[in-house]
């Protein structure tokens, strides 16, 4: 089971890496990765568990965030109470966006960054991402709201970014006017 130390730090110069494109068929190791990724995020997000195992809560994380730098990310949504939506997505690759930007109101929040940020971060309400799954079998997957946020905050990490690089230090709230908050 993923444990909090096992996720790296945002002053780790290993989440500046580029991660690499995924062979398939994936590795019996990339797929127990996948699968405690997706069981961190699960129980990260019930109280009792999270509590009970010191989790941090989270909605998504990054194969590089294990210090694997591979192409790969999961979201976990809980779109109701104890009902969770998981996306494993595999090389994964944003095709196409609206033209809306939207920002998390309360700020964005990363399982590698251990600080509040002030700041909004300008994402897109609606993405549509092309990716493979487990199996390698090619997806379409369209989000909106605050799994279009954690997809394209995910695809960062993939890319070397954090969200902290987003915020203009000089006007962290910059054209915050011209975004819909969420």
């Known amino acids: 089971m993923i444990k909090m130390r096992d996720i790296l730090d945002e002053k780790d110069k290993r989440l500046r890496q580029v991660s690499k494109e995924v062979e398939f068929p994936l590795s019996k190791k990339d797929k127990e990765t996948i699968e405690e990724m997706i069981e961190y995020l699960t129980n990260s997000q019930i109280e009792e568990m999270a509590e009970k195992y010191n989790l941090r809560p989270g ?8 210090g694997i730098p591979k192409r790969y990310f999961v979201v ?10 998981t996306y494993v997505m595999i090389n994964p690759r944003m095709i196409s966006n609206s033209v809306e930007k939207i920002y998390v109101d309360q700020g964005e ?4 960054v251990n600080r509040a940020v002030e700041g909004i971060i300008p994402r897109y309400a609606r993405v549509t991402f092309e990716a493979y799954d487990i199996e390698g079998r090619k997806i379409n997957v369209r989000a909106r709201e605050e799994v279009a946020v954690a997809f394209q905050h995910e695809l960062d990490h993939l890319n070397g970014m954090i969200f902290t690089d987003h915020i203009d230090p000089k006007n962290p709230f910059k054209d915050q ?4 908050a969420i």
């Not at 909605?59 to 294990?66: K, N, P, S």
């Not at 976990?76 to 009902?83: K, R």
């Not at 006017?177 to 819909?180: A, F, P």
């Open 177 to 180: 006017e011209k975004m819909r």
């Open 59 to 66: 909605m998504g994380l990054a194969a590089i965030q294990l």
């Open 76 to 85: 976990v949504n809980e779109y109701d109470e104890g009902q969770f939506e």
């Open 109 to 112: 929040g990363c399982l590698s």
